[in-house]
């Protein structure tokens, strides 16, 4: 673990190092093109796509949408700052970790509160029938993801943090080591939980944690220098998206079928991996306060422990999260 800290730490400061050669602003000019970064998964985004509500809108605009495909959080973070793409969806932890590295980029908008689609999962047949009997055992996850926070807050909550080896692997190598028998358990998302939950189960998964106050989401970065020259455009985006948000709540079945439409995944697959996850419209996250209050709070958490844990250099204060989570986008919206 020691070794992926300190790899984390360099990470970080090679960041530093491209946001202080990137200074990029766009200018007033007509777009033709806006780039989104996005995960291949099934949510909001794929079911918005699908649905039309982003390309259509805004080809009456003459501006063409140009997805491009992120494995992660940290390439999506080094888009941003290149210039390549001008939104990105991301694991909360890599919005933490564009804050601690200074990354000139705005959160405006959550597009899940993470649910029973990332979890904690061990080998039936393992002997392990508590978290308790982790102890002494190798556990897998995506360092500096949504799941390695969600680990790391259950190891200290059982007080295993110094009692466990934590492996770093990406969702691939994990399924790999899984089948191998080379690990018993690991904490990931799906797709990755589908054929691991074949021949195991969960101990805890991410909608326990929510339960508990302990909150990762999904979320959306903007450019901002993009933000800055084309908050209307921002708006617009935020705006379809939560089209999306309002479907999945008065009609499910539409947004999961077209969201495995685009994914090419049976209708139970995309069922599956969205699982408990929570899609709040923007009128729930100004009525809950939740972007101004219950996720900064949790975001500085968040920010605090992975600095204490290494991963990051520097834990974002208030003022520095407060600055970098945009609500207007969603209070426009919410308070209609």
């Keep these: 673990m020691r070794k992926t800290v300190k790899l984390l730490i360099l990470l970080g400061s090679f960041l530093l190092?491209?946001?202080?050669?990137?200074?990029?602003?766009?200018?007033?000019?007509?777009?033709?093109?806006?780039?989104?970064?996005?995960l291949q998964t099934p949510n909001d985004v794929a079911a918005a796509r699908q649905l039309g509500y982003l390309d259509n809108y805004f080809k009456k605009k003459n501006i063409k949408i140009k997805y491009i495909i992120f494995d992660s959080g940290v390439d999506a973070n080094k888009a941003l700052i290149s210039g390549d793409v001008d939104f990105a969806t991301m694991g909360d932890t890599n919005g933490v970790v564009a804050m601690s590295s200074k990354i000139d980029?705005?959160?405006?908008?959550?597009?899940?509160?993470?649910?029973?689609?990332?979890?904690?999962v061990v080998k039936n047949g393992?002997?392990?029938?508590?978290?308790?009997?982790?102890?002494?055992?190798?556990?897998?996850?995506?360092?500096?993801?949504?799941?390695?926070?969600?680990?790391?807050?259950?190891?200290?909550?059982?007080?295993?943090?110094?009692?466990?080896?934590l492996l770093d692997m990406?969702?691939?190598?994990?399924?790999?080591?899984?089948?191998?028998?080379?690990?018993?358990?690991?904490?990931?998302?799906?797709?990755?939980?589908?054929?691991?939950l074949k021949n195991g189960h969960f101990l805890i998964n991410s909608e326990d944690l929510r339960n508990q106050k302990v909150i990762t989401a999904n979320i959306t970065l903007v450019r901002g220098g993009?933000?800055?020259?084309?908050?209307?455009?921002?708006?617009?985006?935020?705006?379809?998206?939560?089209k999306a948000h309002?479907?999945?709540?008065?009609?499910?079945?539409?947004?999961?079928?077209?969201?495995?439409k685009q994914n090419d995944l049976s209708y139970g697959e995309a069922k599956s991996q969205i699982g408990t996850s929570e899609w709040l419209t923007a009128k729930q996250m100004t009525?809950?306060?939740?972007?101004?209050?219950?996720?900064?709070?949790?975001?500085?958490?968040?920010?605090?422990?992975?600095?204490?844990?290494?991963?990051?250099?520097?834990?974002p204060t208030k003022a520095e999260i407060n600055?970098?989570?945009?609500?207007?986008?969603?209070?426009?919206?919410?308070?209609?």
């Design 170 to 196: 990406d969702t691939q190598d994990i399924v790999a080591a899984w089948n191998r028998g080379d690990i018993t358990a690991a904490y990931t998302w799906q797709p990755t939980l589908t054929p691991m």
């Design 287 to 315: 009525e809950q306060k939740f972007l101004t209050e219950e996720f900064q709070n949790q975001l500085y958490k968040t920010g605090n422990f992975m600095a204490k844990q290494q991963t990051i250099d520097h834990a």
């Design 126 to 165: 393992s002997n392990i029938k508590s978290i308790q009997d982790l102890a002494g055992k190798k556990i897998a996850t995506p360092f500096a993801s949504t799941s390695h926070y969600s680990l790391m807050m259950t190891l200290k909550k059982y007080n295993l943090l110094n009692r466990v080896s």
């Design 246 to 260: 309002e479907q999945i709540q008065k009609n499910p079945k539409v947004i999961i079928t077209a969201a495995s």
């Design 105 to 120: 980029a705005k959160l405006i908008w959550v597009n899940d509160v993470i649910g029973n689609n990332e979890g904690l």
């Design 17 to 38: 190092i491209l946001v202080g050669c990137s200074k990029k602003d766009d200018g007033q000019k007509n777009l033709s093109e806006i780039r989104i970064g996005i």
């Design 323 to 336: 600055k970098f989570v945009v609500t207007k986008y969603v209070d426009e919206l919410g308070e209609k």
């Design 226 to 242: 993009f933000e800055r020259n084309h908050p209307k455009l921002v708006a617009d985006l935020v705006k379809q998206l939560n």
